[in-house]
């Protein structure tokens, strides 16, 4: 029962996280900081304003309607090392963080891959394909230091 409610617990975060990526504008639309006080990354990325993640950069002048699908390439998980591994009620109290078993990181990427390409799939704007292409547009993603905390 407790996988059941981790995995509907991980599809949840997965599916909110890819809804943020896709979904309608913001109450201001974001654009690029060209005059950020930390400059342009390496490969000339700026940061963006108004955007609907944390953090996010993008490449002034960059067209994108040359694009028409999208290709989704494997999402990149690094999970924090330790964590409690107690199998005892009173070191599971302890409030985290836990220690997450291979079992558990392969059923979290399975789960996050499959509700990222299910929020992709619902785009207006692309078509999700696997095949390489001229008018087909990369996405990379990842996610680091993944723990698992306490409820």
Not at 14 to 19: D, L, Q, R, T
Not at 89 to 113: D, N
Not at 120 to 128: A, C, I, P, R, Y
Request: aromatic share 6%.
């Amino acid at each position: 029962m407790a996988t059941k409610r981790h995995s509907s617990v991980f599809a949840a975060l997965a599916s909110v996280a890819a809804a943020g990526l896709i979904a309608g504008c913001a109450t201001s639309p974001p654009s690029i900081d060209t005059g950020a006080a930390e400059g342009a990354t390496y490969d000339g990325l700026y940061p963006v304003k108004n955007a609907r993640a944390d953090e996010a950069w993008a490449r002034p002048g960059i067209d994108l309607t040359q694009y028409s699908k999208i290709m989704v390439q494997g999402a990149g998980i690094e999970f924090r090392p330790g964590g409690e591994s107690g199998r005892t009620m009173m070191a599971r109290s302890r409030g985290g963080p836990y220690e997450v078993s291979e079992r558990q990181k392969e059923m979290f990427r399975k789960i996050l891959i499959q509700s990222f390409v299910e929020e992709l799939k619902q785009s207006k704007h692309f078509e999700l394909t696997s095949t390489p292409g001229p008018d087909v547009l990369l996405i990379r993603g990842s996610l680091l230091d993944v723990v698992s905390g306490g409820t």
